[in-house]
Nanobody, 117 residues
Framework: QVRLVESGGGLVQAGGSLRLSCAAS????????MGWFRQAPGKQRELVAS???????NYVDSVKGRFTISRVNARNTVYLQMDSLKPEDTAVYYC???????????WGQGTQVTVSS
């Protein structure tokens, strides 16, 4: 059974940094493109960063230059380093495979990121 466990969120002031971690089990992690998604109150979940098995990355424009996604296949773990955080980054952050579809892995509990101004 697939399990995704996110951690590392918290409350930080604008301009601060956080590092999120996602531990995956039950999937062939090393062959999957993985991504970090976020969902702010009243908004749809959006993909903010993704990384292929070979390490190629993609970012949504709003986080380019501030967020860095990485992975350690041997640990089945994907990370999101978030720098220069802004209040609009406030959301629950999730990891999952990319692209995700209804038959994809269930979502984990996510980790809350709150950025105060």
């Amino acid at each position: 059974q697939v399990r995704l466990v996110e951690s590392g969120g918290g409350l930080v002031q604008a301009g601060g940094s956080l590092r999120l971690s996602c531990a995956a089990s039950g999937i062939f992690f090393s062959i999957n493109r993985m991504g970090w998604f976020r969902q702010a109150p009243g908004k749809q979940r959006e993909l903010v960063a993704s990384i292929t098995s070979g390490g190629s990355t993609n970012y949504v424009d709003s986080v380019k230059g501030r967020f860095t996604i990485s992975r350690v296949n041997a640990r089945n773990t994907v990370y999101l380093q978030m720098d220069s955080l802004k209040p609009e980054d406030t959301a629950v952050y999730y990891c999952n495979v990319v692209p995700w579809g209804p038959s994809g892995p269930s979502w984990g509990q996510g980790t809350q990121v709150t950025v105060s101004s």
